[in-house]
């Protein structure tokens, strides 16, 4: 998923079985939820700061933390990137 908004954005994405590879766009501001019960997850995104992650569940900020976004599921790994 591409997601090319700049500011404040609210998401969720949601998948019971399956991976979530995210894109954002670098001026993205939102509070980040992650939550797997089998998988990994890795963020490569210049914006990101404020990480907690436990065993199965990451939170963080993408700049001031304005919006949302929440991504769940429930066998699969999820991967967020920042676009060029």
């Not at 939102?30 to 939550?35: G, I, N, P, S």
């Not at 963080?60 to 967020?80: F, H, V, Y």
């Amino acid at each position: 998923i591409e997601l090319t908004n700049e500011g404040a954005i609210d998401v969720e994405i949601a998948t019971d079985d399956g991976d979530v590879d995210l894109w954002l766009n670098a001026g993205v501001s939102a509070m980040l939820t992650v939550a797997m019960d089998d998988g990994d997850a890795s963020i490569v995104h210049d914006g990101l700061w404020g990480v907690e992650k436990r065993s199965h569940r990451l939170t963080g900020r993408l700049g001031a933390g304005d919006g949302s976004i929440r991504i769940r599921t429930a066998d699969g790994d999820i991967m967020i990137r920042q676009m060029k």
